[in-house]
Antibody, heavy 121, light 110 residues
C-alpha cells in the first residue's frame, strides 16, 4: 500500500514560488511502472491535473498546458520523494494541492492528504 | 476536450441504486478505456473507485460498477449505504499533457 505524505507552506505571496514536497512510502519514485502526479482542487476550477514525473529507463515530465510555463516537478531519489514548484503565483492559484501516484499513466491510485495553499499578501 | 459534464447531485434511499453520468464533448472518451471514478467524502482526499471504465481496485465493494455507452461513462452504486454519501468525480486521460476531470456529483443518502 503506497502512502504519500505532503509538506510545504500554506501561505505564499503573489508573484512568489509555491513549493510542495511529497514523501513516498511503499514504492519507489524510480519505479518503472508508476507515475507521480500533482493535482489541485478549488471551488472555481474543480479538480485540475497539473503534471507528473515518471521513470522509464530515463526521467520524463508531462505538464498541463494551463501551467506549463510556470511549473516544475522534480524527483528526489535520495529521499524517495518528488516536488512541485509553481512560479509567479496569483490568487487564482489558491487551492488544495494533492500529490497522487498512478499505477499507470491513466489513473490516480493513491493520494496525499492535501495541502491548502493560499496566495495572499 | 473541456471538462466532463456530470449532474450536480443525485440522491437515493438506503438499498436503492443510483447512477452518475459523465459526458465528454469529444468522441475520444468512448474510444479508449481511460475513464476512472473517484469518491471524495467531505474534507478528505479523493479515492479511486473504478479504473479503465469498469475495473474495481482491491478493497472497493462490488456494489460500485462502471460502464460506457458512446461518449458517456456511468458509475452505478447498487444497494446504497449511508457511507456512500460523498462527491464523485470522473476523469479521462487524453494524452501525455491532458487529463480531464468531471464537474463532480454530490450523492446524498436520504
Amino acid at each position: 500500500q503506497v502512502q504519500l505524505q505532503q509538506s510545504g507552506p500554506g501561505l505564499v505571496k503573489p508573484s512568489q514560488t509555491l513549493s510542495l514536497t511529497c514523501a513516498i512510502s511503499g514504492d519507489s519514485v524510480s519505479s518503472n511502472s508508476a507515475a507521480w502526479n500533482w493535482i489541485r482542487q478549488s471551488p472555481s476550477r474543480g479538480l485540475e491535473w497539473l503534471g507528473r514525473t515518471y521513470y522509464r529507463s530515463k526521467w520524463y515530465n508531462d505538464y498541463a498546458v494551463s501551467v506549463k510555463s510556470r511549473i516544475t516537478i522534480n524527483p528526489d531519489t535520495s529521499k524517495n520523494q518528488f516536488s512541485l514548484q509553481l512560479n509567479s503565483v496569483t490568487p487564482e492559484d489558491t487551492a488544495v494541492y494533492y500529490c497522487a501516484m498512478g499505477a499507470t499513466r491513466a489513473r490516480f491510485d493513491s493520494w496525499g492528504q492535501g495541502t491548502l495553499v493560499t496566495v495572499s499578501s | 476536450q473541456s471538462a466532463l459534464t456530470q449532474p450536480p447531485s443525485v440522491s437515493g434511499s438506503p438499498g436503492q441504486s443510483v447512477t452518475i453520468s459523465c459526458t465528454g464533448t469529444s468522441s475520444d472518451i468512448g474510444t479508449y478505456n481511460r475513464v476512472s471514478w473517484y469518491q471524495q467524502p467531505p474534507g478528505t482526499a479523493p479515492k479511486l473507485m473504478i479504473y479503465e471504465v469498469s475495473n474495481r481496485p482491491s478493497g472497493v465493494p462490488d456494489r460500485f460498477s462502471g460502464s460506457m455507452s458512446g461518449n458517456t461513462a456511468s458509475l452505478t452504486i447498487s444497494g446504497l449505504q449511508a457511507e456512500d454519501e460523498a462527491d464523485y468525480y470522473c476523469s479521462f486521460y487524453i494524452s501525455s499533457s491532458t487529463f480531464v476531470f468531471g464537474t463532480g456529483t454530490k450523492v446524498t443518502v436520504l
